[in-house]
């Protein structure tokens, strides 16, 4: 067996933590309440127990303005999570907020359903 080869760059720490209380809309009407304050403890943990430092974290947020969780601010951020990403790197996403389903094209799930 061969040794795998000596890495060129020293391991890359990157985690993006979205919160998303959907605060356009109603309280009644979709609202959550709780999706901001999970983004909190999660920046908690990533800082007081993986030792992750400020720069190593990106964050989404709907109740800062320069946060928002758009479309556009989401597909950046992953791309930042990931670009350049290579073997021993450690990457960590969070989200917390409404999820969907939507039709299993190609019938790998058991429910119909991804």
Not at 23 to 43: E, F, R, V
Not at 56 to 80: F, K, Q, V, Y
Request: proline content about 5%.
């Amino acid at each position: 067996l061969q040794a795998a080869p000596a890495p060129t760059r020293a391991p890359v720490r990157k985690a993006l933590t979205v919160g998303i209380n959907y605060y356009c809309l109603p309280k009644d009407k979709g609202q959550l309440s709780g999706c901001i304050n999970d983004s909190d403890t999660m920046m908690g943990i990533l800082h007081d127990t993986f030792d992750f430092t400020p720069n190593e974290i990106c964050r989404l947020r709907d109740d800062r303005h320069d946060m928002m969780p758009t479309r556009a601010n989401l597909l950046a951020s992953l791309r930042w999570l990931t670009q350049g990403a290579a073997a021993g790197d450690e990457l960590f996403f969070h989200y917390s907020g409404h999820g969907g389903q939507v039709e299993d094209k190609n019938g790998d799930e058991e429910g119909g359903k991804d």
